[in-house]
């Protein structure tokens, strides 16, 4: 039986919870809300009437479209190189044993602990070092190389929980490393690669600062905003970004329902969703 104060701590409890998402949400919700502000000059910081004219022009800035399009490039070029070679470095360290694995292991960690300012500090004196010039392609594998450790940590997680004894049955049908490869591991780690595969487009489309050490002259759409925000925001910024995150959200509660659908036919059982304090 619940006491009282179970109860009043159970309240307490998802009220602070609940607080607690409300501030991380609130700036999101401020970003949202202003991209129907029907505002009066150049600034885009107080309420001013509703208004859909921002969203049915979104173009209508200049410059913010191309560097739109350069996020969204890079963004996707890294998420296919880091996914790509993030779930052949996981497959190599939860499959196998090989001198340096422990090393590599290491290092896989290491640019997620460094602060983004030594990161993009440390690439820029290497490309220079390199006589590298910087544009498209420095941004590419900077954002690659930080994004790399993200995707084997999650890949690795999907590998550890995997039950090897399909992939072994498989070897005892006949199936070559290959064929075993891609008809039983690619598609058994197929929740882990997509959110493997958000994580990398979310984390290079969003990524400011090492951005602005290897950019160059290439503008991404960060750079765009911080480089507007000294003049005035407008408010098609804020409808490219409420964009994005319809889409990622989209996206993320499609691959929440993959991977529970996938759950429930490995037989794992699926947790329902409780209400807040609960």
Same mark, same amino acid.
């Given at each position: 039986?619940?006491?009282t104060a179970d ?100 290092l896989v960690f ?15 004196? $290497? ?35 995997? &039950? ?7 070897? &005892? ?8 490869? $891609? ?22 489309? &969003? ?72």
């Amino acid at each position: 039986m619940r006491t009282t104060a179970d109860r009043i701590r159970t309240w307490l409890l998802g009220t602070w919870s609940l607080l607690a998402i409300l501030f991380l949400f609130a700036p999101i919700f401020v970003i949202v809300l202003f991209s129907f502000n029907d505002n009066q000059g150049r600034f885009n910081f107080t309420w001013q009437g509703f208004t859909l004219k921002h969203w049915k022009e979104p173009f209508a800035v200049a410059g913010l479209g191309e560097a739109m399009g350069t996020s969204l490039l890079i963004a996707l070029f890294t998420t296919l190189i880091a996914v790509a070679l993030g779930t052949f470095v996981a497959l190599a360290l939860v499959r196998y044993r090989w001198r340096g694995r422990g090393a590599t292991n290491g290092l896989v960690f290491l640019p997620l602990a460094t602060p983004e300012v030594v990161l993009g500090a440390a690439l820029l004196g $290497w490309f220079l070092t390199m006589g590298l010039v910087r544009g498209f392609v420095t941004v590419l594998i900077a954002h690659v190389m930080f994004t790399l450790g993200y995707v084997v940590i999650t890949v690795r997680a999907r590998l550890e929980g995997m &039950d090897t004894h399909i992939e072994e049955a498989a070897a &005892d049908l006949g199936a070559g490393q290959v064929t075993t490869l $891609w008809k039983i591991t690619l598609p058994l780690l197929a929740p882990g690669l997509a959110a493997a595969a958000l994580l990398s487009f979310a984390i290079s489309i &969003d990524d400011f600062v090492v951005s602005n050490f290897t950019a160059g002259q290439t503008v991404t759409f960060p750079l765009f905003v911080y480089g507007a925000a000294r003049q005035g925001v407008p408010p098609q910024v804020n409808v490219f970004a409420t964009a994005i995150l319809v889409i990622v959200v989209c996206l993320m509660f499609a691959n929440l329902a993959w991977q529970r659908r996938a759950a429930r036919k490995e037989g794992i059982p699926v947790p329902e969703a409780q209400p807040l304090g609960i």
